[in-house]
C-alpha cells in the first residue's frame, strides 16, 4: 500500500532515492493523486531538445527557462478575487502555480472554462491589444505567474531567439484551442 505524502507547496524536502538521493530543494508542486512532487534543482532536464517535424526550433534550455522567469511576477488571489476583468486592457497571460480560476462572461454569467494548477491563460494578450474578451475569478485562493507583453517584448530585444521560440510556441498553442473551438462548434447542437 503507498503512503500518501505529507508535504506541501514550499516545504524543503531531502530526496530519499534515485540519482539525486541526498540533495534537498524546495517543493514546488505536489501531485497528491500520483504520489509524486516536484522539487526545484532536482532532475531537471539540461539538454536542448533537438528540433523536429512537431518541434522545429527545438525545447527551452535550462538557461533560457530561466531566463523568462527572472521576467514573470507572481501573486496570489483570494477567492472571488478578479485575476482580470471583461473589457479591461489586456496584458498579459497568466499560469496558475496553485489554485483555481474561472474564465466567464459577466453578463451571461456562461463559465467557459475552469482551470487548475498547471493550466494557463490570456495568452492572447501576449499578442494583441485588444480588450478582453471574458472575466477571470479566482475561485479558491491561488497562487498565479504573470508573463505580460512588455516582459516578452524586453526578452526578444535581449534574445531574439528565444522570443521566436516563445512566439512559435504561443503560436502553436492558439491554433490548437481555435481547432478545439471549431469542432466545438460544428457539432450538431450548436
Not at 31 to 37: G, Q, S, Y
Not at 170 to 177: Q, Y
Amino acid at each position: 500500500m503507498r503512503r500518501k505524502l505529507k508535504i506541501k507547496t514550499g516545504d524543503i524536502v531531502k530526496v530519499i532515492a534515485g540519482n539525486q538521493k541526498g540533495t534537498q530543494g524546495k517543493v514546488l508542486r505536489v501531485f497528491a493523486d500520483k504520489n509524486r512532487a516536484i522539487v526545484e534543482g532536482v532532475n531537471v532536464v539540461k539538454k536542448h531538445n533537438k528540433p523536429n517535424a512537431n518541434n522545429p526550433k527545438g525545447g527551452i534550455t535550462e538557461k533560457e527557462l530561466s531566463e523568462v522567469a527572472r521576467l514573470t511576477h507572481e501573486r496570489t488571489y483570494k477567492k472571488d478575487e478578479h485575476v482580470f476583468k471583461k473589457l479591461s486592457p489586456a496584458e498579459g497571460m497568466y499560469v496558475i502555480l496553485d489554485g483555481q480560476v474561472s474564465i466567464i462572461d459577466p453578463e451571461s454569467e456562461t463559465i467557459f472554462a475552469t482551470l487548475k494548477s498547471g493550466d494557463f491563460f490570456g495568452e492572447l494578450a501576449l499578442l494583441d491589444e485588444e480588450p478582453r474578451s471574458a472575466s477571470s475569478i479566482a475561485k479558491i485562493p491561488s497562487r498565479l505567474i504573470g508573463f505580460f507583453r512588455t516582459d516578452l517584448l524586453t526578452l526578444m530585444k535581449r534574445s531574439p531567439e528565444l522570443g521566436n521560440k516563445i512566439l512559435i510556441n504561443l503560436s502553436r498553442v492558439l491554433g490548437e484551442r481555435l481547432r478545439k473551438t471549431n469542432q466545438e462548434l460544428a457539432k450538431p447542437n450548436h
